[in-house]
């Protein structure tokens, strides 16, 4: 159309139509003079719409999960790469990879007694502060430790907190000759107290001088009021000698440690116990004995023996 006298009129008139049916519309509410008109052009190109919306939403989405996947793809790769890197960087060094399966290893034990643990590191040995045997781990009350809180790791018991600052905490280690802890053993539940003895096997009086022991029997915590120092269930260790028993009111027998305490890397410290004793669970499940291999020798005579003892009969 060209821009003539009549035309720029037109247009005038048009919009002056348009303003004049949306002030009748607006003050008409739902009883509007327009609102018939309105409907029948919905009912018309409602379909339209819809089909229109039908063909075009699929393109709109294809066009952005092609987007999207680009920046997925990214992420994805870098991950890939990051991952890589990492299982290069851990595979390469073997105290990493010891490291991480001690971690496993304790948080399995965490699970299965229901420990609520704080991870830590041993940082340092006790020879500055002594001659006890106890380890500094690198948290402290920053990260929730307080005094007398059970310290294990993947093999068993390690101590007990008996120092905390900020950010470090004293572990009293459990081979320490100050250092007693209530058991009790696996299947009979008999009672005693361990006593630390450094690097010799842990010194138990059991409460019962009757007991029946015998070598490879497993003891637990038995667990302390409130839980504190000790939560129920942790494995201590397992009998490596039984003294006779002398009619005394009690007996004494000495466990081998589960843990090494020349060897502590990464340790646990229970912050919170479980809500029930897990008795034996914590404990691993016994080896299957091996069975022994038997060999039957048949030796069959030779020819020239059979021969030999056949002309002698003659």
């Known amino acids: 159309m060209r821009d003539t006298r ?8 048009l919009i002056a139509i348009a303003f004049a049916l949306i002030t009748v519309d607006i003050r008409g509410g739902e009883d509007s003079p327009v609102d018939g008109a309105r409907q029948a052009a919905a009912t018309v190109f409602g379909p339209v719409e819809d ?23 990214d992420r994805l790769a870098t991950l890939e790469k990051e991952n890589a890197a990492l299982k290069a960087r851990l595979g390469s ?12 290893k304790m948080l399995k034990s965490a699970g299965a007694g229901q420990y609520g643990i704080k991870g830590a590191e041993v940082i340092a040995i006790g020879a500055a502060q ?37 950010g470090t905490s004293t572990v009293l280690l459990a081979n320490d000759p100050d250092f007693t802890v209530g058991t009790r053993m696996e299947g009979s539940d008999e009672l005693g107290f361990a006593s630390g ?24 915590t ?18 490596s000698r039984v003294d006779p028993s ?7 027998i000495y466990v081998t440690p589960f843990v090494g305490f020349t060897k502590l890397d990464i340790v646990g410290v229970v912050v919170e116990a479980p809500r029930t004793d897990p008795r034996d ?14 060999v039957t020798v048949t030796v069959t005579p030779s020819a020239s023996a059979a021969d030999g003892q056949f002309q002698q009969e003659q």
């Open 6 to 13: 009549e035309s720029r009129l037109l247009l005038v008139l």
């Open 51 to 73: 089909g229109v919306a039908t063909v075009v939403d699929p393109v709109g989405d294809a066009v952005s999960a092609v987007r999207d996947s680009g920046d997925r793809h």
């Open 93 to 104: 060094d073997d105290r990493n990879r010891s490291r991480l399966s001690q971690l496993d």
């Open 130 to 166: 002594g001659f006890s045997w106890t380890v500094t781990i690198d948290i402290g009350a920053n990260d929730g430790v307080k005094r007398d809180m059970t310290v294990l790791n993947g093999d068993g018991l390690v101590g007990r907190v008996t120092t905390v600052g900020p």
């Open 197 to 220: 003895q450094g690097d010799r096997p842990l010194r138990v009086q059991l409460l019962n001088g009757k007991a029946k022991v015998s070598k490879g029997d497993r003891l637990v």
């Open 222 to 239: 038995f667990g302390s009021q409130a839980d504190k120092p000790f939560v129920p269930g942790v494995p201590v260790g397992f009998v």
């Open 246 to 252: 002398g009619g005394d009111l009690t007996r004494t």
């Open 281 to 294: 669970t914590v404990l691993p499940a016994r080896p299957r004995p091996t069975p022994t291999p038997t």
